[in-house]
């Protein structure tokens, strides 16, 4: 790769895209406008077109303002499709979508016939190029940028209430409408600047697979707009240095591919949002009530007679839940070590803090079935599978407020003793 | 915070609805209500579904605009007392997936106040844990608004009102915990369902059905007659109801 | 057949197939998942290229459509997930399956004789002389061949799933509860919404099947009830619209496909304004005369 004046110009310029994209992406994700700027870019090809045709002139800031005009008209006419008629938000999307852009395509086509229209270029605006980006669109991205953030950071507290609650925000007098018009138009200025970059189809996936990315990273909104343009930014960087290094890789889909496979590691990896962690959780759920179950069928076991921590042979236990020995050896395993469990080939027996932990399991199962037979009134066959689940999900507490509202009962519905914490 | 009785009486109706109708499309939701709410009450407002109760509400609060008649909160037009109105929503009106804490939503309270350009500073963080604690939920202010249970939710929106410093409380939610707010000249108008509770928490109801079909103290309104009217008599939860109604009125009389 | 002709002939089979599935989607509340669809399917159009080297293959149709229902499942994943809400799913993940999609064409574009700008608003207008050759004679445009084999099979799918699909649109639980499977059902349809689009692909482009398959049902949500009466409408409108487009196309001197989807446009606009039940004058009339209605009781 060498390291020309077009490569700089458009890392720099892929870069802020990335940031202020990614930053509006967060309103656009909240006030579930995802589509709505999908639309915005497709509404705006119009706009240029139109610009074209009654200035005759190519320099972008009167295309840009054509795009500008059409696009915010476009997000009008849904709202009055939505309002003044039976079709729902995603059908009047997808209408003045596809509409506007038909419009679009034939004033394009009309125009590149036109002698002066041959080499308008005005073909960048469909699939973006980043390459023809010069110095003066560079001048203009970095004015947006800072326009972007300059309203972000000084309107902060209002955008925010405007995308949580927008009925709270009319209750205190804000002007709630002149303030989503003001997002919405940043957010069509970002999509218009854009579209020469990366193109109709792809401008939504900078907005939002940023902001998709950082919502899984944080909880609050500052943090996720600071994340979500920084992720914005790097994938506009890295994406076009690899377009620029690795030959016919355009720039737009490169930085998208860049910043899908960001959203793909935080939708799996976040912390606490990621969906690894909580398989791992679920994993570690289902082996504790494997080894709760153990403990509950040894000391069911020793109830019926034979007597709690006397040794019952794994081919029994195997008989009750109809589970492998393996499996069953496995649950085990971590019991031994615990010490709540002992070993002696395929015999296993309670230890005395076996027992104890065992009966705490039975106690949540008998307490739940009396709990369920005085309140709901089920008859007592119905009581025992319900119980199965919860006795692994109650907590200590839960269970001893339960114990008292029901008065310390002894026994459950089917008349057996429920086991009282050892003291 | 209000320190208690430090709202002195206006001697004015805290709520005035004059002639209101309220038109979606070309159905009509509120029909020519007449309605006044005297200040210092406990008031339910009851109806059945889609009997315009939370259309009344956000008339009230401008968020819907009406097609004839006028309302007035304390004798003005409600733009120039909205800061003497605190508003609880519905919790099914937001996403609580947003990304915010519970003491973020409760600092919006304060923004009417805050003003223009300036960020809440800690003293409006303060104010906000108040009024959780207020609640008895001040552990939660650093949690996600959607890790909070329902009723938890319902609280933090309760508190966001709280923070609003009213003397009058709009509420388009049933709430347990309705009694943090209650002083002696506050007024506080609550969406209700549970009719049964109606004669145990309010002093003043508004039956409510597209059109007014009574307002007034409980014992003078809340009658079988009036509900029927209501309801059209279909619902058993009314006959239970009314039961309930007259065996409390029975006892009070004892 | 003249070239005219076929174009119309070509158009009209599009038109009517995107209007039958479309019908269905715009009743889910599921138009802007057609959208996703068709973009998404852009890889499966490249890969099955590039194996088959031809354009006419049926493993180009299959790719797409296994790209389709992929697009589908993952939009869904993400949603049930809880992490992301439903339209952002769909915000993310047709711009990702179409960003690979691009780079594939344009990275063995020398081996690919597939342009992106016909894969984006087509070329009806030559397909007349694309023609099919069966053992050295012709047997007619490969379009039509494919796009009316396409619409004999959303007609076959639709006629014998009719009752379940209706049923699905309306009221997914009770669908389920009678035991029709809704999430097959839901699988079936996209399936074919994924087939459509890739017929349409070629003659409309990918953008302007979005029009054909939302706007000609949303005409008819506007004029008809019924859901017979709305397919066949549905149908109606998507033709009207190829016959002006085309005609608008030939007086603009502009691309087909582009007209024919301001054409839909201007029928929407018409049944927006004008429909006696549903349309905007209607519904003001109704409301000057509401006022002064409903009297003291």
Redesign the interface.
């Known amino acids: 790769m060498e390291w020309t004046y077009t490569v700089r110009n458009v890392l720099v310029g892929s870069s802020l895209l990335g940031l202020t994209g990614g930053v509006l992406g967060c309103f656009a ?2 006030r ?1 406008q ?2 709505l ?2 639309a915005l870019a ?1 509404a705006a090809l119009p706009g240029v077109c139109v610009a074209f045709l009654l200035t005759g002139s190519k320099s972008p800031e009167v295309l840009l303002a054509g795009a500008m005009v059409a696009g915010i008209l476009g997000a009008f006419a849904i709202l009055g ?1 939505i309002r ?5 938000e ?2 009047a ?3 003045i ?3 506007f ?10 125009i590149q ?1 036109l002698p002066s229209g041959n080499q308008s270029g005005l ?1 960048r605006f ?2 973006g190029q980043a390459a023809t980006m010069g110095t003066d669109d560079i001048r203009l991205l970095s004015a947006v940028t800072l326009l972007v953030l300059f309203a972000v950071v ?5 955008f ?2 405007v ?3 927008h ?2 925000g ?5 002007p709630v409408k002149l303030l989503e018009f003001g997002l919405t138009s940043l957010l069509v200025l970002v999509v218009v600047i854009g579209l020469q970059m990366v193109g ?3 401008m ?2 900078t907005l ?2 940023p ?2 990315a950082a ?2 990273w ?4 500052g ?2 707009l600071l994340v979500s343009g920084g992720i914005g930014a790097v994938s506009g960087s890295v994406g076009s240095l690899a377009s620029a290094t690795i030959p ?3 720039t ?3 930085i ?2 860049v910043s ?1 496979v960001i ?1 793909v590691f935080s ?1 799996m990896l976040a912390p606490r ?1 990621g ?1 690894v962690w909580a398989m791992l959780q679920d994993r570690l759920v289902e082996r504790r009530i494997r080894r709760e179950n153990l403990l509950k069928d040894l000391y069911l076991a020793g109830e019926r007679g034979i007597g709690f921590g006397s040794w019952v042979t794994l081919p029994i236990l195997m008989g009750y839940r109809g589970l492998s020995g393996s499996g069953l050896l496995r649950s085990a395993r971590r019991l031994v070590k615990n010490s709540l469990l002992e070993r002696s080939g395929d015999q296993l027996r309670l230890t005395a803090d076996g027992i104890r932990e065992a009966a705490k399991v039975v106690r949540k199962h008998r307490l739940w079935e009396s709990y369920l037979s005085r309140r709901l009134e089920l008859p007592p066959d119905h009581l025992h599978r319900d119980a199965e689940m919860m006795e692994h999900a109650l907590s200590d507490e839960v269970v001893d407020d339960l114990d008292r509202r029901l008065g310390y009962p002894e026994r459950d519905p089917h008349g057996k003793p429920i086991p009282r914490e050892a003291s | 915070m209000t320190g208690a009785g430090a709202v002195p009486k206006t001697g004015l109706p805290a709520v005035e609805v004059h002639d209101l109708t309220v038109a979606y499309r070309s159905n009509p939701v509120l029909w020519d209500v007449d309605l006044k709410v005297p200040e210092g009450r406990l008031v339910a407002i009851v109806g059945p579904n889609g009997a315009g109760k939370s259309t009344l509400l956000k008339t009230i609060l401008g968020q819907v605009r009406q097609t004839t008649g006028w309302v007035q909160v304390y004798g003005e037009p409600y733009a120039t007392r909205r800061s003497w109105v605190g508003y609880v929503p519905q919790r099914e009106s937001v996403d609580w997936d947003f990304p915010t804490l519970a003491q973020d939503v409760v600092t919006m309270g304060l923004y009417g106040r805050i003003g223009w350009l300036r960020r809440p500073g800690r003293r409006h963080r303060e104010i906000a844990l108040s009024c959780l604690e207020r609640l008895g939920i001040g552990h939660l202010a650093g949690r996600q608004i959607s890790q909070l249970s329902g009723g938890q939710q319902q609280r933090v929106f309760l508190a966001r009102a709280l923070a609003q410093d009213a003397r009058l409380y709009l509420m388009d939610e049933p709430l347990a915990g309705v009694d943090a707010t209650t002083e002696k000249a506050i007024t506080v108008v609550v969406v209700h369902h549970d009719l049964q509770t109606v004669p145990e928490y309010f002093d003043h109801v508004v039956l409510l059905n597209m059109r007014l079909v009574a307002a007034g103290a409980v014992e003078e309104v809340f009658t079988a007659e009036n509900l029927q009217q209501t309801y059209g008599g279909r619902s058993s939860i009314l006959t239970r109801a009314a039961e309930a109604l007259f065996a409390s009125k029975a006892t009070l009389k004892e | 057949m003249s070239d005219t002709f076929v174009i119309l002939l070509v158009g009209c089979m599009v038109a009517s197939s995107c209007a039958l599935v479309g019908t269905f989607l715009v009743l889910r509340k599921m138009a802007l998942l057609g959208d996703a669809i068709s973009h998404s399917v852009l890889p499966g159009i490249a890969i099955g290229f590039l194996l088959s080297q031809s354009r006419s293959s049926l493993v180009m149709v299959v790719g797409a459509g296994a790209l389709g229902v992929l697009t589908v499942f993952l939009v869904e994943r993400l949603q049930r997930s809880g992490r992301l809400y439903a339209d952002a799913s769909i915000g993310v993940v047709f711009p990702a399956l179409f960003a690979v999609g691009v780079i594939l064409i344009s990275r063995y574009a020398s081996m690919i004789d597939l342009d992106l700008d016909c894969v984006l608003y087509g070329e009806i207008a030559y397909t007349p002389w694309d023609l099919v050759v069966v053992a050295g004679t012709t047997v007619g445009p490969r379009a039509v061949w494919v796009t009316g084999l396409t619409l004999l099979l959303n007609l076959v799918v639709i006629g014998l799933f009719f009752k379940e699909l209706k049923l699905v649109s309306f009221d997914p639980g009770l669908c389920e509860a009678l035991g029709f499977r809704p999430v097959r059902l839901h699988y079936l349809l996209m399936a074919l919404v994924s087939v459509t689009v890739v017929a349409a692909f070629e003659s409309v482009g990918a953008i302007l099947v979005v029009a054909m398959l939302v706007v000609p049902p949303c005409v008819a949500y506007l004029l008809v009830d019924r859901l017979v009466l709305m397919l066949a409408t549905a149908v109606a409108s998507g033709c009207i619209a190829v016959f002006a487009g085309y005609g608008l196309a030939r007086v603009l001197d502009g691309s087909i496909a582009g007209g024919m989807a301001v054409a839909a446009g201007g029928l929407f606009i018409l049944a927006f304004l004008l429909s006696p039940r549903y349309g905007l004058i209607a519904s003001w009339i109704r409301r000057r005369r509401a006022v002064g209605r409903y009297p003291a009781q």
Request: net charge positive; aromatic share 8%.
């Open positions: 994700l909240l579930r995802s589509l700027s999908d497709h499709v003044n008629s039976r079709i729902k995603d059908a999307i997808g209408i979508l596809s509409v852009f038909g419009i679009g395509i034939v004033l394009l086509t009309w016939k073909d469909l699939f000084l309107f902060f507290k209002e925010k209430l995308s949580f609650d009925g709270f009319v209750s205190l007098g804000l109709v189809v792809l939504v996936a939002l697979t902001a998709a919502r899984q944080t909880d609050r909104l943090a996720m016919r890789v355009p737009g889909p490169a998208v591919l899908s959203l939708l949002r969906m």
